[in-house]
């Protein structure tokens, strides 16, 4: 796991690297700010963010409008304390060492904004929950 100097280090995976990990990668770095190495990827990357997804989390004041889908690499992943996937099945390699989480949650591809309130208010809730178990204070 982590040393008590270094700081944690998480990866968010999904397929197009266009919602859900955006978002998570987002939420993340808001509540913890420089406090974690924050990474996101996808094993098929998208050309663009989700706009819905854009205006979800701008809804909350976080702005995701300038990031851009990337591609996964073993390098991402070996880099990484925690893996996060999101449906990304059996694309994401797989390091020992390494501690995977799987996050079951709905895709927001092709929804509306009222679908995609929801999957961003629970990757908040799972996202203040990995900060508890990362002994990371988030920010209010």
């Known amino acids: 796991m982590v040393s008590e100097d270094a700081k944690p280090s998480v990866l968010f995976v999904c397929v197009h690297n266009a919602g859900r990990s955006q978002m998570a990668a987002a939420y993340l770095t808001h509540l913890a700010g420089d406090r974690v190495e924050v990474r996101s990827a996808g094993s098929q990357p998208a050309q663009q963010v989700n706009p819905v ?21 073993a390098g991402a992943v070996q880099a990484s304390d925690v893996v996060i996937t999101m449906g990304c099945g059996d694309a994401c390699p797989f390091f020992p060492g390494t501690r995977y989480l799987d996050w079951k949650l709905d895709d927001p591809a092709g929804q509306g ?3 995609v309130r929801p999957i961003r208010d629970q990757i908040e809730t799972r996202i203040r929950d990995l900060l508890d178990e990362l002994g990371i204070p988030s920010a209010p």
């Open 53 to 73: 997804a854009v205006q979800a989390m701008r809804e909350v004041g976080i702005d995701i409008s300038t990031e851009t889908p990337k591609v996964l690499t």
């Open 113 to 115: 904004i009222d679908a």
